[in-house]
T-cell receptor, first 118, second 111 residues
Framework: GAVVSQHPSRVICKSGTSVKIECRSL??????MFWYRQFPKQSLMLMAT?????????EQGVEKDKFLINHASLTLSTLTVTSAHPEDSSFYICSAGPRGVPGKYEQYFGPGTRLTVT | GDSVTQMEGPVTLSEEAFLTINCTYTATGYPSLFWYVQYPGEGLQLLLK?????DKGSNKGFEATYRKETTSFHLEKGSVQVSDSAVYFCAQRDRDDKIIFGKGTRLHILP
């Protein structure tokens, strides 16, 4: 089946630094990828929709200058948390679906990246 | 806006008990409905889905039926196992292909 990977699986960074998280579709091309944030014992909150070759679409309340998303190819999207602060510590999850008619494909989820900002 | 509401957890059951996790949704159209499962330390996995009214999704002994009249998609399993212990998320996919999740229900199965 379709596989989505994320790297790194865990990262610890100091407050004020930036960290990049990669999301890759390993065996299919993904026109669209989604980035979610999951707080402990809570649901996933959609942060943004990443579109290959164009700007990401951010959900209301998500700072686009803080969470930079780049979808440079059909198999790779990156999320960069800039000037990270302890409140950015969270579990970040991406999902991707194969190319095709929107709404007619499955979304596959990556294993997530645990970010801890000290 | 569109939303998903599912029963609060945690739910604790003995092995071989019957499981129901309630889920209702609000949507302007007729969304596709999903149940995802997150095992400890792992990512989300699609458990089952239904794309139209009266469809029944099933997998690994779990079932859920898309009920348009009650806007529900309750998850059921006749006999749970310890290995079913996980967090279960009910979700819908909206017109923009965004997936909207419920808050999740943590399930503990005791041997």
């Amino acid at each position: 089946g379709a596989v989505v990977s994320q790297h790194p699986s865990r990262v610890i960074c100091k407050s004020g630094t930036s960290v990049k998280i990669e999301c890759r579709s390993l065996d299919f091309q993904a026109t669209t990828m989604f980035w979610y944030r999951q707080f402990p014992k809570q649901s996933l909150m959609l942060m943004a929709t990443s579109n290959e070759g164009s700007k990401a679409t951010y959900e209301q309340g998500v700072e686009k200058d803080k969470f930079l998303i780049n979808h440079a190819s059909l198999t790779l999207s990156t999320l960069t948390v800039t000037s990270a602060h302890p409140e950015d510590s969270s579990f970040y999850i991406c999902s991707a679906g194969p190319r095709g008619v929107p709404g007619k494909y499955e979304q596959y989820f990556g294993p997530g990246t645990r970010l801890t900002v000290t | 806006g569109d939303s998903v509401t599912q029963m609060e957890g945690p739910v604790t059951l003995s092995e071989e008990a019957f499981l129901t996790i309630n889920c209702t949704y609000t949507a302007t159209g007729y969304p596709s409905l999903f149940w995802y499962v997150q095992y400890p330390g792992e990512g989300l996995q699609l458990l089952l889905k239904a794309t139209k009214a009266d469809d029944k999704g099933s997998n690994k002994g779990f079932e859920a039926t898309y009920r348009k009249e009650t806007t529900s998609f309750h998850l059921e399993k006749g006999s749970v196992q310890v290995s079913d212990s996980a967090v279960y998320f009910c979700a819908q996919r909206d017109r923009d292909d965004k997936i909207i999740f419920g808050k999740g229900t943590r399930l503990h199965i005791l041997p």
